[in-house]
């Protein structure tokens, strides 16, 4: 691993316009804070984000994957799979095939099998070491992120029409929740201590903001009915000067102000509010922080984070 990686906090923005930034897995309605009036999304549907980013356009070996011929809860036959058809070195044992995926790398990954499971190396029968072990991820994502304005849900019908065989047809209405407008903040951390575990590198990292970046806004899984409306923001890394130190409310660092008397949920564009990066750009003053990087492509924004310990990030 690059001894390069330094601890360091990451906040990620984007916006989304009429769709559902994170259904629930049950109902499929967007994760709702009924008492806030905010939207929520999950560090698992970041996550998919990045993986799918990484899988399918980087073409990057992923452990979690649909991939794999045994889908994603199969994990005996996905471990399989991986030993025989995405293990490059040829390693027989199971945690150094799971350092190989890099979604283990950044995020972690588990192997309940058998202290000696059996695969197969180029049609061989092979004995493999280390069936159980788990990897924390140096990489963590907020359970829930909240957005930074409120939000009034609309409620969305449309028809479904199927036909069966020329004389059998039947169509349905679905009722579903959109989010007119909302502005995410995703806070993340990385730790590079649990870095040093499972081998991540700094161009892990850095493939690992890309798939933040163009995952997000229309790459990979963000490019479907439920997703497409969705803008990449700004992306921050805070990084610490020493491995020890921490600020408090990382979280509450970006605030948005709506314009013209509107409220959070009026909001429907980026004409209707401004960033509020004031306590951002305080951290120039803290000899907790060694710098700041940052990644936009909106000159406005870029145009205010300038200063000392600030510097633009490449993608």
Do not use: C
Not at 29 to 45: F, G, H, M, N, P
Not at 114 to 135: A, L, S
Not at 250 to 269: C, H, M, N, Y
């Amino acid at each position: 691993m690059s001894n390069e990686i330094k601890k360091s906090e990451i906040l990620f923005l984007y916006e989304t316009s009429y769709n559902i930034p994170n259904g629930d897995p049950f109902t499929g309605e967007q994760r709702y804070d009924e008492e806030t009036k905010k939207i929520l999304v999950s560090d698992v549907r970041i996550k998919r984000f990045i993986r799918t980013y990484l899988e399918d356009v980087k073409n990057l070996s992923i452990y979690v994957s649909e991939k794999t011929g045994a889908g994603k809860t199969d994990s005996k036959n996905v471990l399989k799979w991986l030993a025989e058809n995405q293990n490059e070195k040829k390693s027989t044992d199971i945690g150094e095939i799971l350092k190989q995926q890099i979604d283990v790398r950044l995020f972690g990954g588990i192997s309940t099998l058998e202290d000696k499971p059996k695969f197969k190396i180029d049609g061989k029968d092979k004995e493999f070491t280390n069936g159980h072990v788990q990897f924390t991820g140096p990489v963590q994502f907020a359970l829930l992120n909240p957005s930074l304005n409120e939000v009034d849900l609309r409620m969305h019908q449309n028809t479904t029409h199927f036909t069966s065989n020329e004389n059998n047809a039947q169509g349905s209405i679905g009722t579903t929740t959109l989010v007119p407008y909302s502005v995410m903040q995703i806070h993340g951390w990385v730790n590079p201590k649990v870095a040093e575990t499972t081998g991540l590198s700094e161009e892990d990292l850095k493939l690992m903001y890309e798939g933040l970046w163009y995952g997000t806004s229309g790459e990979g899984s963000s490019f479907s009915r439920s997703k497409v409306g969705q803008n990449s923001v700004l992306l921050v890394e805070i990084v610490y000067a020493e491995s020890n130190k921490k600020i408090y409310g990382a979280d509450r660092l970006v605030s948005i102000k709506p314009k013209d008397d509107k409220k959070g949920e009026t909001i429907r564009s980026m004409d209707d509010y401004e960033f509020d990066f004031s306590k951002l750009i305080a951290l120039k003053n803290d000899e907790r922080i060694a710098k700041v990087r940052y990644y936009t492509e909106i000159p406005e924004i870029e145009n205010k984070l300038k200063g000392d310990k600030f510097e633009k990030m490449e993608l």
